[in-house]
């Protein structure tokens, strides 16, 4: 069983950044992707950015240019570090590690 504590939603208004974060512990052996989906009201869940353990990378075009994904490898923690927020961007981002998900973490983004 992976636990995922995940960190840093919140409020920020349009064209700010918020940095998330997500820690694995118990997996007993080492996590090839991590990454970060995300869930607006009334919408299905969607990729944001995933990456291997290697540093492979893969991003939805929307966030491409405004999102960077890494890990710490040593610490089973992927970060999103999102910059240039739009309203749209607003959703419950999750973490996935090891096949495991996240409890979710509320960004909003409004001036």
């Known amino acids: 069983q992976v636990h995922l504590v995940e960190s840093g939603g919140g409020l920020v208004q349009p064209g700010g950044s918020l940095r998330l974060s997500c820690a694995a512990s118990?997996?007993?052996?080492?996590?090839?992707?991590m990454g970060w989906y995300r869930q607006a009201p009334g919408k299905e869940r969607e990729l944001v950015a995933i990456?291997?353990?290697?540093?492979?990378?893969n991003y939805a075009g929307s966030v491409k240019c405004r999102f960077p994904i890494s890990r710490d490898n040593a610490k089973n923690t992927v970060y999103l570090q999102m910059n240039s927020l739009k309203s749209e961007d607003t959703a419950v981002y999750y973490c996935?590690?090891?096949?495991?998900w996240g409890q979710g973490t509320q960004v909003t983004v409004s001036s």
């Open positions: 118990g997996s007993g052996f080492s996590i090839n992707v």
């Open positions: 996935l590690s090891g096949g495991f």
């Open positions: 990456i291997s353990r290697i540093g492979s990378t």
